[in-house]
């Protein structure tokens, strides 16, 4: 059974004698609470459970004595849209309620009070026997927002989003969110409802959209935002200034009246009561770098931010939008930023850079994300059409019995099976397969895949790997550790331990047998399992580089197709992707990851530290020599060192030539089973790998090393023969007669 949660919940809490006090005085104030490390959401004084969402910790209110729909079955316990009393249906503003007799508005009045209240507190409802709290937002998205197909229905992701929405506004440490979607996720209408729901409440504001493009913003000003203002109820909707339904610009505003025989009859009390308006904007403007560029803004939705294509770019907008939202260091202005992502090539990689720039996890020492926002995902299965039953949840797994769905039809397909049977049908055509992981995305690797037109390599293959490993990796494929020498005496023993903090990541660990295997010949230790597997490494020389930056130091290691069964055949079992405070720490790192498994290493000698450390500590024998030219042949530095250049265009085209067989023989689908190769970030080097750009690729270059290691047969050259022409001449003989005779 497929189990999947957006979130944790924390309750112990409310244990808590001083929570127990705070809540009974409604003490809880709604923004960040450094004391609990979350951001409440609650507007009523308490708070109750706190839910971590990709990080952040929210505080919910505390559960109410009555709560709607409880006196009903479980079964029937979902969300149903409050509606308005038919009466009310007539009255299309609030000059028509003020007319009405006074007697006949009491009965409306606690109505609308509550509205009010839903769409400032919240609004709790029983959800199949659960107490189930939407924020403000939400509430008016669900009942009072018109969408393309009606009105919208509950989904459980959807309250899980608004949750996060919440605390953004009120964490005055974030700028907003930066929500990384699937396609039909509604995000554009709950973005257009938040922006007139704001706005409707809002004095002397101004509130602006962007999108991929000028004419995609005013589609979605024109087709979802003045729409959704239009139908509000006459008790939310404030004074309008212009035309019904703008083109540019909806401004809340005093109209300019002309001042006519029924306007001079008006009460001095109307004037004054209806005469205000709101003095605030919603407009949208061209994509661009400097949109928005010194303008104050309350609300920047900024929608299809994924979609950026070049020269646009999203970076460069978010860095002069961003002034916008802020007075000096306080931030005045929310970004509702959310989007898919195009291929990287298409923009899609500013845009993946800045939502990883807005992991939450990642603070500076003002408690701000690198960009500011929040980031945020929920995977498709969450929020597919067609598969959210009554009370909001996805129906994962196929059901034995058809489920009624939220719009009334049946569901027969789990979303995981459907999902899979889709990507299967599209596996013959990567690029399809791709668009199609993008759109509908079940991870953040899904999201931001990319093109396989631009690919060095089989990228069917690696993401087929990538996605086998995903489920595989929590099974305990891959442990990390760290390597040691034994009570601490160096050229003794390497033993291996587990540590979660260790730089070492292993699939593979040899029997006692063949750890720590060399053999000494002339005063030189040499590797004792040679022929079972080798190592391939990209290190560097300088321990500090200028602002702390620098490549990081790779090691791979890999087996042969040997016949000893205590040896997996052709299977990566090591990766080492770090940089250490010192290259003298990295050096004995690969020092002692080669003594452990007995196994030569192929490293490049273009940045020759690690090879003289090989040497001094006496283990030159460790250090292969280039496989592609005989020992007669090698230059004096290649002799004392071993290695291998890198500046060669052979060895270039030979080292990603390595990599693609390897890739085409042992990654991704082989028949009916996958591959072993269960490193992700050696996958998605893999899947980048830009042989113009090889000093950006430490992995590939590692990997690709070990692999040309282990195969270092294929590149040996030939001897040269030379052939001498040996004179052989046959004699002719004339034989007539008794006699024969030699022709001259």
Same mark, same amino acid.
């Given at each position: 059974?497929?189990?999947?949660?957006?979130?944790?919940?924390?309750?112990?809490?409310?244990?808590?004698?001083?929570?127990?006090?705070?809540?009974?005085?409604?003490?809880?104030?709604?923004?960040?609470?450094?004391?609990?490390?979350?951001?409440?959401?609650?507007?009523?004084?308490?708070?109750?459970?706190?839910?971590?969402?990709?990080?952040?910790?929210?505080?919910?209110?505390?559960?109410?004595?009555?709560?709607?729909?409880?006196?009903?079955?479980?079964?029937?316990?979902?969300?149903?849209?409050?509606?308005?009393?038919?009466?009310?249906?007539?009255?299309?503003?609030?000059?028509?309620?003020?007319?009405?007799?006074?007697?006949?508005?009491?009965?409306?009045?606690?109505?609308?009070?509550?509205?009010?209240?839903?769409?400032?507190?919240?609004?709790?409802?029983?959800?199949?026997?659960?107490?189930?709290?939407?924020?403000?937002?939400?509430?008016?998205?669900?009942?009072?927002?018109?969408?393309?197909?009606?009105?919208?229905?509950?989904?459980?992701?959807?309250?899980?989003?608004?949750?996060?929405?919440?605390?953004?506004?009120?964490?005055?440490?974030?700028?907003?969110?930066?929500?990384?979607?699937?396609?039909?996720?509604?995000?554009?209408?709950?973005?257009?409802?938040?922006?007139?729901?704001?706005?409707?409440?809002?004095?002397?504001?101004?509130?602006?959209?962007?999108?991929?493009?000028?004419?995609?913003?005013?589609?979605?000003?024109?087709?979802?935002?003045?729409?959704?203002?239009?139908?509000?109820?006459?008790?939310?909707?404030?004074?309008?200034?212009?035309?019904?339904?703008?083109?540019?610009?909806?401004?809340?505003?005093?109209?300019?009246?002309?001042?006519?025989?029924?306007?001079?009859?008006?009460?001095?009390?109307?004037?004054?009561?209806?005469?205000?308006?709101?003095?605030?904007?919603?407009?949208?403007?061209?994509?661009?770098?400097?949109?928005?560029?010194?303008?104050?803004?309350?609300?920047?939705?900024?929608?299809?931010?994924?979609?950026?294509?070049?020269?646009?770019?999203?970076?460069?907008?978010?860095?002069?939008?961003?002034?916008?939202?802020?007075?000096?260091?306080?931030?005045?202005?929310?970004?509702?930023?959310?989007?898919?992502?195009?291929?990287?090539?298409?923009?899609?990689?500013?845009?993946?850079?800045?939502?990883?720039?807005?992991?939450?996890?990642?603070?500076?020492?003002?408690?701000?994300?690198?960009?500011?926002?929040?980031?945020?995902?929920?995977?498709?299965?969450?929020?597919?059409?067609?598969?959210?039953?009554?009370? /909001?949840?996805? $129906?994962?797994? %196929?059901? *034995?019995?058809?489920?009624?769905?939220? &719009?009334? =039809?049946? !569901?027969? #397909?789990?979303?995981?099976?459907?999902?899979?049977?889709?990507?299967?049908?599209?596996?013959?055509?990567?690029?399809?397969?791709?668009?199609?992981?993008?759109?509908?995305?079940?991870?953040?690797?899904?999201?931001?895949?990319?093109?396989?037109?631009?690919?060095?390599?089989?990228?069917?293959?690696?993401?087929?790997?990538?996605?086998?490993?995903?489920?595989?990796?929590?099974? /305990?494929?891959? $442990?990390?550790? %760290?390597? *040691?020498?034994?009570?601490?005496?160096? &050229?003794? =023993?390497? !033993?291996? #331990?587990?540590?979660?903090?260790?730089?070492?990541?292993?699939?593979?660990?040899?029997?006692?047998?063949?750890?720590?295997?060399?053999?000494?010949?002339?005063?030189?230790?040499?590797?004792?399992?040679?022929?079972?597997?080798?190592?391939?490494?990209?290190?560097?020389?300088?321990?500090?580089?200028?602002?702390?930056?620098?490549?990081?130091?790779?090691?791979?290691?890999?087996?042969?197709?040997?016949?000893?069964?205590?040896?997996?055949?052709?299977?990566?079992?090591?990766?080492?992707?770090?940089?250490?405070?010192?290259?003298?720490?990295?050096?004995?790192?690969?020092?002692?990851?080669?003594?452990?498994?007995?196994?030569?290493?192929?490293?490049?000698?273009?940045?020759?530290?690690?090879?003289?450390?090989?040497?001094?500590?006496?283990?030159?024998?460790?250090?292969?020599?280039?496989?592609?030219?005989?020992?007669?042949?090698?230059?004096?530095?290649?002799?004392?060192?071993?290695?291998?250049?890198?500046?060669?265009?052979?060895?270039?085209?030979?080292?990603?030539?390595?990599?693609?067989?390897?890739?085409?023989?042992?990654?991704?689908?082989?028949?009916?089973?996958?591959?072993?190769?269960?490193?992700?970030?050696?996958?998605?080097?893999?899947?980048?790998?830009?042989?113009?750009?090889?000093?950006?690729?430490?992995?590939?270059?590692?990997?690709?090393?070990?692999?040309?290691?282990?195969?270092?047969?294929?590149?040996?050259?030939?001897?040269?023969?030379?052939?001498?022409?040996?004179?052989?001449?046959?004699?002719?003989?004339?034989?007539?007669?008794?006699?024969?005779?030699?022709?001259?």
């Amino acid at each position: 059974m497929y189990k999947q949660t957006l979130y944790k919940i924390y309750d112990e809490h409310l244990k808590d004698r001083d929570i127990k006090t705070l809540n009974k005085h409604k003490k809880f104030k709604y923004g960040y609470n450094p004391d609990l490390d979350c951001v409440i959401i609650s507007k009523d004084g308490t708070l109750g459970e706190i839910y971590e969402i990709q990080g952040l910790k929210v505080g919910l209110p505390q559960i109410p004595q009555v709560i709607e729909g409880q006196d009903l079955k479980k079964s029937n316990q979902y969300f149903r849209k409050r509606l308005k009393p038919g009466s009310l249906n007539k009255i299309k503003s609030i000059y028509d309620f003020t007319r009405y007799p006074e007697k006949d508005k009491e009965e409306y009045y606690e109505y609308i009070d509550n509205e009010f209240n839903y769409r400032n507190d919240g609004y709790w409802f029983m959800c199949n026997g659960s107490p189930c709290y939407i924020t403000g937002s939400h509430y008016i998205y669900l009942n009072w927002t018109k969408i393309d197909v009606g009105s919208p229905d509950f989904r459980q992701a959807n309250r899980i989003f608004y949750y996060f929405w919440e605390a953004c506004k009120a964490d005055s440490r974030s700028y907003g969110m930066c929500y990384l979607k699937n396609r039909r996720s509604g995000f554009s209408f709950m973005a257009s409802s938040e922006c007139v729901n704001q706005a409707t409440t809002s004095k002397d504001s101004r509130f602006g959209i962007l999108s991929k493009t000028g004419a995609d913003a005013k589609k979605m000003f024109t087709d979802k935002v003045v729409p959704i203002s239009i139908n509000y109820p006459f008790f939310f909707k404030p004074i309008q200034d212009g035309m019904e339904r703008p083109k540019t610009e909806l401004s809340y505003k005093v109209p300019s009246r002309r001042l006519t025989r029924n306007s001079i009859r008006e009460t001095e009390v109307e004037r004054e009561g209806m005469g205000k308006g709101l003095d605030t904007t919603i407009d949208w403007k061209n994509t661009g770098d400097n949109s928005y560029d010194g303008e104050k803004l309350q609300l920047l939705v900024h929608d299809e931010s994924g979609k950026w294509e070049r020269p646009d770019n999203i970076l460069n907008n978010w860095r002069v939008t961003k002034t916008c939202l802020r007075l000096g260091s306080k931030i005045v202005g929310k970004c509702m930023m959310g989007s898919t992502s195009n291929a990287l090539a298409k923009g899609g990689d500013n845009f993946k850079k800045l939502y990883n720039n807005s992991n939450v996890e990642n603070r500076n020492r003002n408690g701000q994300t690198t960009s500011g926002l929040y980031a945020l995902f929920l995977p498709m299965e969450w929020g597919y059409e067609g598969f959210i039953d009554k009370y /909001g949840y996805p $129906v994962f797994d %196929s059901p *034995s019995s058809p489920i009624k769905g939220i &719009d009334d =039809e049946y !569901i027969y #397909t789990g979303v995981i099976e459907h999902w899979e049977n889709e990507v299967e049908g599209l596996k013959r055509d990567s690029d399809a397969l791709n668009e199609y992981y993008r759109q509908f995305p079940r991870s953040e690797k899904h999201a931001f895949r990319d093109e396989t037109l631009n690919s060095l390599f089989n990228l069917t293959k690696i993401y087929e790997q990538i996605d086998f490993n995903e489920e595989m990796l929590m099974k /305990g494929h891959i $442990v990390k550790g %760290s390597f *040691s020498w034994k009570s601490g005496i160096k &050229d003794t =023993e390497v !033993i291996w #331990t587990p540590n979660n903090n260790g730089r070492f990541k292993v699939s593979w660990i040899p029997p006692k047998l063949l750890r720590n295997s060399n053999i000494i010949k002339k005063g030189i230790k040499y590797p004792g399992n040679d022929g079972l597997g080798a190592f391939g490494c990209d290190s560097y020389d300088i321990s500090g580089t200028v602002g702390g930056r620098g490549s990081n130091g790779a090691l791979h290691g890999l087996t042969t197709f040997s016949m000893v069964s205590d040896v997996p055949n052709s299977k990566f079992f090591l990766e080492y992707i770090a940089r250490p405070q010192t290259a003298e720490i990295f050096f004995e790192d690969v020092l002692m990851a080669c003594i452990f498994y007995g196994m030569p290493l192929l490293a490049e000698n273009n940045k020759p530290r690690l090879l003289y450390h090989f040497k001094r500590r006496g283990y030159r024998g460790f250090s292969m020599n280039r496989p592609d030219k005989l020992i007669g042949n090698l230059s004096k530095t290649e002799l004392e060192l071993g290695g291998i250049p890198n500046s060669s265009e052979d060895i270039k085209q030979a080292h990603a030539s390595a990599i693609e067989s390897y890739i085409e023989e042992y990654v991704g689908k082989l028949g009916e089973n996958h591959g072993n190769m269960f490193f992700q970030r050696t996958l998605e080097d893999w899947a980048r790998f830009d042989i113009s750009r090889r000093t950006a690729h430490d992995a590939s270059i590692s990997s690709g090393l070990a692999i040309m290691a282990c195969r270092k047969h294929l590149y040996r050259p030939r001897a040269e023969r030379t052939v001498t022409k040996v004179p052989f001449e046959l004699s002719k003989y004339r034989n007539e007669g008794t006699r024969s005779e030699i022709i001259k």
